[in-house]
């Protein structure tokens, strides 16, 4: 029903820029002036109305995934046996404690406790006041010493999917999805097996 309604809207939305733009013609015609001008003037007018953030979000989408995306480890599991001796054999899964939100919708962290060493954090952040562009920071941090031990960094664009302006959902970097995976695979097969349950 929202689909349609979404369709209904973009083609009214057509038909009065067409109407608007004939009439910018008619105008200048009428009075002298360049038609051309008039036309197109008329449909930029129509078309940055709706559309005037689509192409900078969408450059600023790609610069970001650009500088800065990526999965990084920065301590093996083996480096932090060595460092924490017997540790990583009790430590146990934790299934009861629910995940913490701190912040608002735009700007938050979410916490989740994995056991009594590790948590994940999830960091959310909008970047450009005007534009809706997004970063996504999810950390595997020891909850001792606070130090992350994997990082992996997103970006995705748009308001989500029930958002009207539905051409600027963009939900991952390009490496987003297997940059995800291998975050989720490090927390399973490396955090001693401990399981997470996915958000």
């Not at 910018?24 to 360049?34: D, E, F, L």
Request: aromatic share 14%.
């Amino acid at each position: 029903m929202f689909g349609l309604a979404i369709l209904i809207a973009i083609g009214l939305y057509l038909l009065i820029s067409v109407a608007v733009v004939r009439s910018a013609i008619g105008y200048a015609r009428r009075n002298g002036r360049s038609a051309k001008r008039w036309g197109w003037g008329a449909a930029f007018v129509m078309y940055s109305l709706v559309f005037w953030d689509w192409i900078p979000t969408v450059a600023m989408h790609q610069y970001y995934c650009a500088k800065d995306s990526g999965f990084w480890v920065y301590k093996t599991l083996d480096q932090w046996k060595a460092e924490n001796p017997g540790v990583m054999e009790t430590l146990v899964e934790d299934k009861f404690t629910p995940m913490r939100r701190v912040g608002n919708d735009e700007n938050h962290t979410d916490i989740q406790i994995l056991n009594q060493r590790f948590r994940w954090t999830t960091e959310k952040h909008r970047l450009i006041f005007l534009l809706p562009v997004y970063s996504l920071i999810s950390e595997i941090v020891d909850s001792q010493n606070g130090e992350v031990v994997a990082r992996q960094v997103n970006f995705f664009s748009g308001e989500g999917r029930d958002y009207l302006k539905f051409w600027m959902n963009i939900s991952n970097c390009s490496d987003g999805i297997k940059n995800r995976n291998a975050l989720y695979h490090f927390v399973e097969l490396r955090i001693n097996g401990v399981g997470v349950n996915y958000r």
